[in-house]
């Protein structure tokens, strides 16, 4: 197996699948590349030569934390790596980050859009103190989202907002910073010590910018991703070798990076 870790996916369990992969592919008007079960991404997988891949789960109600807690449980192995969540309006938010540290897991998911929240609310911040307390991962979702309308909701400002509020919280950016927002994320973002994700970003940007922003990033803090079903694990592999970066830099961001940042984690 090649030395890959994918940072951003999806997946559902067999019985939700197809119905929440027929809602949300409604919903943001994209396609899926594949029908959004554990099998289907481990076929994915494999076809691509990735090693591992962590699932990312979005909360959007405070009562859905529990299954969405014993399903990623069922799901964990070597190659599946869940990052459970829970909504951030959920009073018992530090009983669930302490259960999901019990648990094993490595970090927790949120989504700004889906879960009704400003990335900077005031109301965010003792949730992070408490993620960071307990040494655990945060990838939010960051910049724009296709489903939504284009509101301010995880921009650039935010992002340095909350770093400097809570410096030491291992906050990832997806979609390299900030989702079609990267005149932002190239003025404000690139240069700090901040972990970005690639996922569903090589394919909207320009060859010249998407280069220059992880060329110019710390490239310690570049990871892997590719927000799967809803990109091919494939393509994503080969837009970022088409811009042949360096190779150890780029074997960096493919699995260094990663491995080091999960181990991080105990």
Not at 162 to 181: F, N, T
Not at 187 to 203: H, N, Q, R, T
Request: aromatic share 12%; with cysteine.
């Amino acid at each position: 197996m090649t030395a890959i870790i994918d940072f951003h996916t999806h997946a559902f369990p067999d019985t939700l699948a197809q119905r929440a992969m027929e809602h949300l592919t409604k919903q943001g008007n994209i396609p899926a590349f594949h029908q959004g079960t554990i099998s289907a991404l481990l076929e994915s997988m494999d076809k691509t030569g990735i090693e591992k891949s962590i699932i990312c789960s979005i909360a959007t109600k405070p009562n859905q934390f529990r299954s969405i807690l014993n399903w990623s449980k069922s799901i964990a192995s070597d190659r599946i790596i869940p990052f459970p969540s829970f909504h951030p309006d959920d009073p018992k938010y530090a009983d669930n980050i302490k259960m999901i540290k019990d648990a094993g897991f490595k970090g927790i998911k949120f989504h700004p859009y889906y879960q009704e929240f400003n990335l900077d609310d005031e109301k965010m911040f003792p949730i992070y103190e408490h993620i960071a307390t307990a040494n655990l991962i945060l990838l939010s979702h960051t910049g724009f989202d296709f489903a939504f309308p284009f509101i301010r909701k995880a921009d650039p400002e935010k992002i340095l907002n909350v770093l400097s509020r809570v410096p030491e919280l291992k906050l990832i950016c997806s979609h390299l910073g900030a989702w079609k927002d990267w005149d932002n994320v190239e003025c404000l973002l690139v240069g700090k010590p901040l972990y970005m994700e690639i996922s569903f970003a090589l394919d909207f940007l320009e060859f010249e910018q998407a280069k220059r922003i992880i060329v110019n990033h710390p490239h310690e803090y570049i990871l892997f991703g590719t927000d799967s079903p809803w990109t091919d694990q494939k393509k994503t592999l080969h837009l970022l070798k088409s811009l042949s970066l360096d190779p150890t830099f780029e074997q960096m961001i493919l699995y260094g990076n990663a491995m080091r940042l999960l181990n991080s984690v105990s």
